[in-house]
């Protein structure tokens, strides 16, 4: 389970402290998903990157119970353009060590899963945008990841696509029991893909609502009175946050 | 390939505008081209001239390679490590300007008048062309690919192995490409003296025996030899930067 408490982050400035985040807490349950949306500038991807280890709190805390092994996908997929599709999905496993025998079987079996059979030997570069998202979801899913963070990893996608790969997402969730936590700027995402979505106000980035989502996480979902009533919700309170910013 | 047939173009173009230079300017110091091909031919078949091609060509890789192996390394860690490259680079700036080649007289003291003084010269000059370019490289990566690399839990020498150097590749290339011409300019001056072998000393030696083309022979494999080791750095390029190529 993933725990936040009151947690806060700043970028000092000389004497000055810029405020990024301010007292967020909120709780993650093993296996569920989570999705933070709010507006662009508000701190989303600093609180993840806190999530995810990758900056430390200025205040309060963050708890992981159980310590377990995660895998992140950042902001423009954050592949290698140097190493190729399959050293990119291995390199995780190559860190940790493993040998030539078990990195070969894990790519192959995720270049199937993913369905990138025969792009193995490409280059990040020679793929579509929709590609090298699933390349990149492979290489957070190679060393089995009992937690799953991503930062806006459909934003650059065109809708098709993306809804596509939000299906894959949620099967990837639902049926390897990964804890999953999702930034987003889109509204549909978040309702699709969170069973509990947290909604940060501007800059520096406050929870404004913690929405419960519970009938995410299946693929019909979209179709439901519900998913568009909860859509409408979410665009709502949203607004009342971009109608205080400026006229 | 159509690349191949570009320059033998070109080389045709560059002989005709000689062919035309020396019948118009009529001076035993520029012989027309058919006349110094003869003779560069004549002196390769008959062998008199493969040992200083063999001489000069070594001179000049050893060097360029003495370069690159330590250049790379030193230009990379500054690059990369803030502190370092804070400490360091006062001095790169202060010591890039100096024109190295004076210092050749305290490198004949230190190793005396051999191959090795030679071959230090031409490294200590190219050296500071690929620290220059390899620092500003290691510098200007994405802080995206260390976060990546981060969230795999990667090692400072894992980062160095697999981001730093790789992304820093296609710029050292290029400043070898410079370094060639560089090197072989540095070859004529070190063989212009104090030595009785290589195409520097050949070419010395024939302006002083007022043989000019015997001297345009030196030349021809001079330009032959820079004109290798360009092909050789492309051959070099196309393997291990594949990933450039694709866009």
Same mark, same amino acid.
């Given at each position: 389970m993933l725990k936040v408490k009151s947690a806060g982050l700043g970028f000092r400035h000389g004497s000055a402290v810029n405020p990024v985040l301010q007292d967020i807490s909120f709780r993650v349950e093993a296996c569920g998903s989570c999705a933070i949306i709010g507006p662009s500038g508000c701190g989303k991807t600093s609180l993840l990157f806190l999530l995810a280890g990758l900056l430390q709190p200025t205040a309060g805390s963050i708890e992981i119970t159980g310590n377990p092994r995660s895998g992140t996908i950042l902001q423009n997929f954050g592949l290698f353009p140097w190493k190729t599709v399959g050293q990119n999905i291995g390199l995780g496993l190559v860190i940790q060590g493993a040998n030539r025998d078990r990195v070969h079987r894990r790519v192959e079996q995720l270049l199937d899963e993913m369905g990138l059979v025969g792009f193995g030997e490409h280059y990040p570069g020679q793929l579509s945008g929709g590609m090298q998202q699933r390349v990149a979801l492979a290489r957070a899913l190679a060393v089995d990841p009992e937690i799953l963070f991503m930062d806006e990893p459909l934003s650059s996608l065109d809708a098709l696509t993306r809804e596509r790969l939000q299906n894959l997402i949620l099967d990837v969730w639902q049926s390897k029991k990964i804890t999953t936590v999702l930034v987003t700027h889109s509204i549909e995402e978040a309702v699709f893909l969170g069973k509990r979505i947290i909604v940060l106000s501007r800059r520096p980035g406050r929870v404004l609502r913690i929405v419960e989502n519970s009938e995410a996480g299946c693929i019909d979902y979209r179709q439901t009175e519900n998913y568009f009533h909860q859509c409408t919700e979410l665009r709502a309170i949203l607004q009342g946050e971009y109608d205080g910013q400026e006229a | 390939m159509g690349r191949k047939r570009d320059i033998l173009f070109a080389a045709l173009i560059l002989l005709v505008l000689w062919e035309i230079s020396a019948l118009l300017l009529k001076s035993m110091a520029l012989p027309e081209p058919w006349v110094v091909l003869l003779d560069t031919f004549g002196k390769l078949a008959d062998g008199s001239l493969l040992d200083d091609l063999a001489i000069s060509s070594s001179r000049a890789l050893l060097g360029i390679l003495l370069a690159l192996f330590t250049a790379v390394p030193l230009g990379l860690a500054i690059g990369a490590e803030k502190s370092l490259g804070k400490r360091l680079s006062p001095f790169i700036y202060l010591l890039y300007p100096v024109p190295h080649v004076v210092l050749l007289p305290l490198i004949i003291i230190c190793f005396g008048i051999g191959n090795f003084s030679k071959i230090f010269l031409i490294a200590l000059i190219v050296f500071f062309q690929i620290l220059v370019t390899t620092r500003d490289a290691a510098k200007n990566i994405h802080r995206n690919y260390f976060s990546a690399m981060q969230t795999l839990g990667a090692s400072k020498w894992q980062i160095y192995r697999h981001v730093i150097l790789p992304a820093s590749v296609p710029k050292i290339l290029t400043a070898m490409r410079i370094s060639i011409g560089t090197a072989v300019a540095i070859l004529f001056f070190v063989e212009?003296?104090? #030595? #009785? #072998?290589g195409l520097g000393y050949i070419i010395m030696d024939s302006w002083g025996r007022a043989d000019y083309v015997g001297l345009y022979t030196g030349i021809i494999c001079m330009a032959a030899l820079g004109f290798s080791l360009y092909l050789l750095l492309d051959r070099i390029e196309r393997r291990i930067c594949a990933w450039t190529q694709t866009g």
């Open positions: - | 212009s003296f104090a #030595t #009785t #072998t």
